[in-house]
T-cell receptor, first 114, second 110 residues
Framework: SQTIHQWPATLVQPVGSPLSLECTVEGTSNPNLYWYRQAAGRGLQLLFYSVGIGQISSEVPQNLSASRPQDRQFILSSKKLLLSDSGFYLC?????????????FGQGTRLTVV | TQLLEQSPQFLSIQEGENLTVYCNSSSVFSSLQWYRQEPGEGPVLLVTVVTGGEVKKLKRLTFQFGDARKDSSLHITAAQPGDTGLYLCAGDNYGQNFVFGPGTRLSVLP
C-alpha cells in the first residue's frame, strides 16, 4: 500500500532563518506531488505541484521554493522565513494517468515563525 | 482563476439533527471530491463524484453532484459528535492539480 511521510510535525523558527520541509511517498512510482498551505481552520492554498523529477510549477508568488530531487521526494524550502510564512503545510500525492484523480495527504507540518 | 465557494462557513448543531453543506464553482472540473479534516491532521478523502446529477451515499452521508458539474452538496442525516470536523470540497483539474474550497467547519454537540 502507499504511504506518505512528512516531517517534522511541528517547527518553530525565528524570522530570517532558513526552512526545509521534506515529504516522501512510498509504494508508488512517478506520482504527482503537491505542497499546500492552510491558514488556521480554513481551506488549502496550492503552493507548488510537480509532475516529475526537477519539474516544479508554482501557483503563488512567495518567499518559498520547492524541489523534487528524486521521484518520490518533494522538498519545500525558504532562504529567509517571514512571519507571514507561519501556517500548516501539507504535502500530497496523486496517481498519474487517471481522468479522475484523488489526493492523498501527509499528516502536515505546523510551522510557527517567531 | 478557478475558485470554489463553500457554505456555510461554520455550522453548530445538536446530535441527531440533519444538515446540508454546499460547494459551488464558476468552473467545470473533471470530478469533485469531499474531504474531512481533523485538527492537526491532513484531509481524508470521503467521496469522489464524477457524473452530473450523480448521487453517492456513504452511511449517513449523501453526496450530490450538480447537473452542470459546477456544484455539489453534502447531506448528513442524524449527525453524531464523531462527524465534527472541517469538510472540504475540491475540484480535480483533469489530473493536473486540485483546487480546494475554504471549507465548512461542523461542530456536532452531544
Amino acid at each position: 500500500s502507499q504511504t506518505i511521510h512528512q516531517w517534522p510535525a511541528t517547527l518553530v523558527q525565528p524570522v530570517g532563518s532558513p526552512l526545509s520541509l521534506e515529504c516522501t511517498v512510498e509504494g508508488t512510482s512517478n506520482p504527482n506531488l503537491y505542497w499546500y498551505r492552510q491558514a488556521a481552520g480554513r481551506g488549502l492554498q496550492l503552493l507548488f505541484y510537480s509532475v516529475g523529477i526537477g519539474q516544479i510549477s508554482s501557483e503563488v508568488p512567495q518567499n518559498l521554493s520547492a524541489s523534487r530531487p528524486q521521484d518520490r521526494q518533494f522538498i519545500l524550502s525558504s532562504k529567509k522565513l517571514l512571519l507571514s510564512d507561519s501556517g500548516f503545510y501539507l504535502c500530497a500525492w496523486s496517481r498519474k494517468g487517471l481522468l479522475h484523480a484523488e489526493a492523498f495527504f501527509g499528516q502536515g507540518t505546523r510551522l510557527t515563525v517567531v | 482563476t478557478q475558485l470554489l465557494e463553500q457554505s456555510p462557513q461554520f455550522l453548530s448543531i445538536q446530535e441527531g439533527e440533519n444538515l446540508t453543506v454546499y460547494c459551488n464553482s464558476s468552473s467545470v472540473f473533471s470530478s469533485l471530491q469531499w474531504y474531512r479534516q481533523e485538527p492537526g491532521e491532513g484531509p481524508v478523502l470521503l467521496v469522489t463524484v464524477v457524473t452530473g446529477g450523480e448521487v453517492k451515499k456513504l452511511k449517513r452521508l449523501t453526496f450530490q453532484f450538480g447537473d452542470a458539474r459546477k456544484d455539489s452538496s453534502l447531506h448528513i442525516t442524524a449527525a453524531q459528535p464523531g462527524d465534527t470536523g472541517l469538510y472540504l470540497c475540491a475540484g480535480d483539474n483533469y489530473g493536473q492539480n486540485f483546487v480546494f474550497g475554504p471549507g465548512t467547519r461542523l461542530s456536532v454537540l452531544p
